[in-house]
């Protein structure tokens, strides 16, 4: 949208490469979000968990290996797994079919607008962890 709205052109794939790999080479500076990981642990083993995230599988692996919660989860969805991503539902409506978990039974900690409007779409209760 802004390279259009200053008639610049993108190679869409070159970019999003690059993005990648610049955000894998400061990977080691990732932590935990202290307030969400606690939440995790406290449900870990207790109830089915899932990452159903808009990143490439890639990344959201290497994140989750990064702050040590990998192990977590039963299932992870990620953009290789859907094919509309949020606000559109389905990356969250794929974790719960894959949990087999009806959507109105499960909960979403998510830190970003489209996510929100994702899980609302998706008939999920939704936790805006900004506001934790």
Not at 50 to 55: F, L, N, R
Not at 57 to 60: K, S, T
Not at 62 to 71: C, T, W, Y
């Given at each position: 949208m802004?390279?259009a709205e200053q ?6 794939p070159?970019?999003l490469a690059e993005?990648?790999?610049r ?9 935990r979000?202290?307030h969400v990981?606690?939440?995790?642990e406290n449900?870990r083993g207790?109830?089915?968990m ?6 490439t599988?890639?990344?959201?692996h ?10 977590w989860?039963?299932t992870?969805v990620?953009?290789?797994d859907t094919?509309?991503?949020?606000p559109?539902?389905?990356v969250?409506?794929e ?12 909960r ?7 996510g929100?409007?994702?899980a609302r779409r998706?008939?999920?209760?939704c936790?805006d962890?900004r506001?934790?």
């Open positions: 802004f390279a008639g610049k052109e993108i190679d869409f070159l970019a993005k990648e790999q955000f894998l080479e400061s990977l080691h500076l990732l932590e979000i202290p990981v606690e939440i995790a449900h207790k109830l089915q899932a990452v159903a995230s808009g990143g599988r890639n990344l959201v290497r994140q989750l290996q990064q702050i040590e919660v990998m192990s989860f039963e992870i990620t953009c290789e094919e509309f991503h949020k559109d539902p389905h969250f409506l974790a719960a079919s894959r949990l087999r978990v009806k959507p109105e039974h499960c979403v900690y998510e830190d970003g607008e489209p929100i409007e994702a998706a008939g999920m209760e936790i962890i506001k934790m």
